[in-house]
Each structure stands twice: as C-alpha cells, then as structure tokens.
C-alpha cells in the first residue's frame, strides 16, 4: 500500500514513519511512504502558499494554485489511482471503520492544510474526502494524517506480530473497548493479577475477558452497545 502525504512540513513525519510498527511496516515492504512539499509547487520565489482572506478576518488561507498543481504532480507518479484525503476538522470524522475501509485501497494521498484552512476551490477542484479526527482543531492536517496512517497501516495484513493483535483491539471486537490486561508481576503494590488468568484454563480466561470487555463498555461507552443494536 503506498501513502502519498502533502505537507508543508515533510520534517514533521520522518521520525513518525521511521518508528515502531509504522517503520517496520515500511522495511517489511507491506507499505511505502512519499514525502512532498507543496512549496515546490509554489512557482514563486517566495514559494509562498497562504495569503489573507478574502473579505478580512484573522489568519491566513492555503492558495488553491499550489496545492492542486502538487496533487496533480503527485498523483501522476504512479499508475495507481489514488484515494484522495483531505485534512480538515469539517470533514468526515475517522473511526475504526473508516480506517478498516481505507485499508483496502491500494494508494491514499493525504493532503494537509495549515493555518485558517484551504481556500474553497481546493475542494471544489479536487473533489477529495475530506476527514476529521475529531471535534477539535489543530494547527495542521499534519498530527491527523499521522494518526490515519497509524490506524490504517497497523491493519495491514502481515504487519503486527500476531495476526489476532488488530481484531482484538478496542473497537474491534463486537464494537466493544478492550478488557484490561496484565502482565508480571503477579503483584504490584498490593494489586493482584486475577486469579483466571494465571489458571492457564483458556475458556475460562475467554469467559472473563468477554465479560469484562462488556462491563468496561457499558461504564465508559454506553453509547458504543447503543449504536450497534
Ligand atoms: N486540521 C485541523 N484540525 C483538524 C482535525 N481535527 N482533523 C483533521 N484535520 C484538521
């Protein structure tokens, strides 16, 4: 799977994507990630890609000219059609379905904005998805598509080290948070690890996770059991 990811700040992902399950994925060639700066499609010699709104107000807006060239140029370096992202906190909000949907795609380009955000022809020109992380706003689409690519690569077959590790997860099981987990000591500063899971009787540990899992989500998250009847 390769990630095209647009950015004004291509420093900002190196050591991310270089890391853990995300830096082994890329050397177990089960994905690849391209850098692009949007400045080197500027076409002016302050390479600049922002300027005032239109009709005033703070801040400053993403220029339509660099950003739709740079996708353009982008997605023109591989066959691939590509799935096309756009970073912004009136978008879609991304949950473990989405992710489990855009971990089926061949290519994803994620284009991030930056400061108040992208001028109104971005959109219309590129007719993206455009994705939210959350009900929240932050400086960039820099952080959410880190999170994306997090989120989506994990799910790629081959990837983790146990092939269970994905659908177990919070969320992925029957739409329920994880059950807690333990690991040595047997004790720690007077808490034990329960009883079951030191029995070595895997039923009985199933039985219990299952239920615990139930119980934590229906005292954290009701609304998840709500949503999937
Ligand atoms: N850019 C700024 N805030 C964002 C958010 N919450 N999700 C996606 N892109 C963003």
Request: aromatic residues 6%.
């Amino acid at each position: 799977m390769r990630f095209d990811i647009l950015t004004i700040f291509p420093e900002m992902f190196r050591e991310v994507l270089g890391c853990s399950i995300l830096g082994i994925a890329q050397e177990k060639g089960a994905v690849s990630y391209h850098l692009h700066d949007i400045r080197e499609y500027t076409g002016d010699k302050h390479r600049r890609v922002d300027d005032r709104p239109y009709g005033g107000g703070p801040g400053m807006v993403m220029m339509p000219g660099p950003v739709v060239r740079a996708v353009e140029a982008v997605e023109a370096a591989d066959e691939t059609p590509s799935l096309q992202v756009l970073l912004t906190p009136q978008g879609r909000t991304f949950d473990q379905e989405m992710a489990a949907e855009l971990a089926q795609t061949r290519r994803i380009m994620l284009i991030c904005g930056r400061y108040e955000g992208f001028d109104e022809r971005i959109r219309l020109a590129l007719g993206a998805e455009e994705v939210s992380i959350g009900d929240y706003v932050l400086s960039g689409g820099e952080l959410p598509a880190m999170v994306i690519i997090d989120a989506v690569v994990r799910l790629q077959k081959d990837v983790l080290g146990h092939p269970d590790s994905a659908l177990q997860d919070s969320f992925g099981v029957e739409g329920c948070l994880d059950f807690p987990q333990y690991t040595r000591p047997p004790e720690f500063r007077g808490m034990r690890v329960p009883d079951v899971l030191l029995s070595g009787n895997h039923q009985k540990i199933a039985e219990w996770r299952a239920k615990q899992a139930k119980l934590r989500t229906i005292s954290r998250r009701s609304d998840m059991l709500e949503a999937s009847r």
